[in-house]
């Protein structure tokens, strides 16, 4: 288990899954834009990738 660094809950990375599109999307961003892949939560991923996908006009998926 570590912490998630956005929301500082523990979390098992190896127990994230991308089947939910947006969690895709946020993993993608913490490996290409964040580089912070592997240290935030399911739960968080979702959200980044949710508001990225609404609202950054460099994603273009
Ligand atoms: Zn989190």
Do not use: W
Request: glycine share 10%; with cysteine.
């Amino acid at each position: 288990m570590i912490d998630c660094v956005i929301c500082g809950s523990g979390f098992d990375p190896a127990a994230v899954s991308l089947a939910d599109p947006a969690v895709e999307v946020g993993h993608i961003l913490a490996l290409e834009k964040y580089g912070d892949a592997g240290t935030i939560c399911m739960p968080c991923l979702a959200n980044r990738g949710r508001l990225a996908m609404m609202y950054d006009p460099d994603l273009q998926y």
